[in-house]
């Protein structure tokens, strides 16, 4: 699953510089999460780093955007291979 930002945020700015994959972004009033780019932080560290420093917790997973372990892996690795 890919995570989302909800509505209760209070654009704080402290997700967005800890993205690894730079899924996160300003949307029109708040920040959004690319689902194509968001691995939940797998490849990188044991745990999403958004959810992590968000003082809101208005990150959760995207119950639209299912996708397992080994897609999330997957994903990763063509992500990190795009940056070579």
């Known amino acids: ?5 909800t509505d209760e ?3 704080c700015d402290v997700c967005e510089p800890e993205c690894p994959n730079d ?8 920040y959004e999460i690319d689902p ?3 691995t939940e932080c797998v490849g990188h560290f044991d ?5 992590q420093v968000c003082p809101v917790e ?6 639209a955007w ?9 994903k990763y690795e063509r992500l990190t291979a795009a940056k070579d």
């Open 1 to 5: 699953m890919a995570l989302l930002i």
């Open 9 to 11: 945020c209070i654009n």
């Open 23 to 30: 899924a996160i972004t300003m949307g029109a009033s708040i």
């Open 36 to 38: 194509n780019k968001c």
């Open 47 to 51: 745990e999403p780093q958004c959810q």
């Open 58 to 63: 208005c990150i959760p997973f995207n119950p």
């Open 66 to 74: 299912r996708e397992t372990p080994e897609q999330l892996r997957i």
